[in-house]
């Protein structure tokens, strides 16, 4: 079967794949991070706003695209609107964009790899005393993350596994995966859940986190909980795009774009009645709930108190792992899916000139902080919106009309009611909000 008619083979597996996409660390370790310093519940009320109202109409600008176009992120631009063959470049940086992201989320993906062999095998808690958790935790942290060849060799396992898959393809790769995994990580979410909720201060951790507090409602939040929105939706890197033009005809492109929604809004407020009842139970809160310590230093030190330590901790980092993996194959499939159908090359072909040079690029990254932090400043503060807002304007000016409401009716077949509310958002409204969003910082 050639590139361009290769399909999801169930609905259930598309939902699956483009889910794994998007519930990965933007929804576990970021949102966390974000809900405590935007005010709790008033930041999630932001963020739910945001993914309602802005990212679900960017997301079926994208999976019109896509789905029209039945090709790469950057055919995809040309194929729909062959007049303005300028407007391909927008796909080309998507492409660059994924590229840039799969090197550093690689290294992170590796650290969850990491983590998970240190807790299998006990390495985590060891030599730990009851009496100063923080620092043996956070010095473990220094030896896993920055120590040298350690975090190299799980970076290089973890773009292995990556390539093992994409190898398999669309439908025996990506959406096998998908399928077994992301069952088992809603399974271990809703695990967490309940053993959080069973904490001795689990009724003080959720009113922290439902508690809403809008006098830390500041222009820099809600513009954070845009950011959060797009990132976690996986908006302005090619991946929807791309997997999309795997979407068969009579996919509902507007119920799958709520169900992604909702399902990655589930996750982010299962991470917050995880997380906020576990720290506040430990009297941890003010450790950080921040990003990497959150996940790699503050967790560890409630599973420590916990019985069955190394349960715990093993499925917490299974879980991070599985988030993992299904964001990173997508992100590396748009950069395989556009090499394939440029340059005409072979899956296979395909899979080995993207992933060689990605082993190489994310092994260095994984020794250099300097290159993580700025492939991550670059990708997620100019590339992503630049793409993102090009994509709007393109779908919403330059592509014909009918692009938007063939794609949402099934081209006529079925009714949908929020074409013209969609057009205006992705017109007027996204474009609008993500160039607040790149001039903020030089404000
Ligand atoms: N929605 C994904 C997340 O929240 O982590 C975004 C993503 C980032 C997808 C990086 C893929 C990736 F490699």
């Known amino acids: 079967m050639s590139a361009n008619n290769t399909q999801f083979f169930s609905k259930i597996g598309l939902i699956a794949a483009t889910v794994g996409s998007a519930v990965g660390l933007g929804n576990i370790w970021r949102f966390p991070a974000e809900a405590q310093a935007g005010g709790g519940a008033a930041f999630l009320i932001l963020y739910i706003l945001c993914v309602v109202a802005l990212g679900i109409p960017v997301m079926l600008a994208e999976f019109s695209l896509g789905r029209a176009g039945r090709t790469d992120a950057i055919g995809s631009f040309s194929a729909v609107s062959p007049k303005h063959r300028g407007w391909r470049y927008v796909g080309g940086l998507s492409v660059v964009t994924a590229f840039l992201i799969s090197i550093f989320y690689m290294v992170v993906a590796g650290w969850t790899l990491e983590y998970l062999f240190e807790s299998l095998t006990g390495g985590l808690y060891s030599g730990v005393s009851s009496a100063s958790t923080s620092e043996a935790f956070a010095s473990k942290m220094d030896t896993y993350i920055s120590g040298g060849w350690r975090p ?124 906020f009842p576990a720290v506040m139970s430990f009297g941890l809160a003010d450790h950080g709930v921040a990003g990497t310590t959150l996940v790699f230093s503050t967790l560890p030190e409630v599973f420590v108190r916990l019985p069955l330590t190394g349960l715990w901790s093993s499925l917490f980092f299974l879980l991070l792992a599985i988030a993992a993996l299904t964001s990173t194959v997508s992100i590396v499939e748009v950069v395989i899916r556009c090499v394939q159908d440029r340059l005409g090359m072979s899956r296979k072909a395909a899979c080995y000139w993207v992933m060689i040079p990605v082993l190489v690029l994310s092994g260095i990254c994984s020794v250099s902080m300097g290159m993580f932090n700025f492939l991550d400043f670059l990708t997620a503060e100019i590339l992503l919106p630049v793409a993102a807002m090009g994509v709007c304007v393109f779908v919403g ?37 993500i160039f607040l969003v790149l001039i903020t910082p030089l404000l």
């Open 152 to 275: 190299m060799v799980f970076t290089v396992f973890m773009v292995l596994i990556n390539l093992a898959i994409l190898l398999g393809g669309v439908t025996k790769g990506i959406e096998r995966l998908s399928n077994i995994l992301m069952p088992l990580l809603f399974v271990i979410l809703l695990a967490f859940c309940i053993v959080s909720l069973t904490l001795p201060k689990a009724g003080e951790g959720l009113v922290y986190f439902f508690h809403p507090d809008f006098s830390k409602v500041t222009p820099s939040v809600i513009l954070s909980a845009l950011g959060q929105a797009f990132f976690s939706l996986s908006l302005g890197m090619g991946i929807l795009i791309t997997y999309s033009s795997y979407y068969p005809p009579e996919t509902r492109l507007v119920r799958t774009a709520g169900t992604v929604s909702f399902l990655s809004i589930l996750v982010a407020v299962m991470m917050g009645i995880i997380i």
């Open 397 to 433: 000016w330059i592509a014909p009309k009918s692009l938007l409401s063939n794609q949402l009716t099934n081209d006529g077949s079925i009714r949908s009611r929020v074409i013209g509310l969609c057009l205006f958002i992705i017109r007027y409204v996204a474009p609008g909000l």
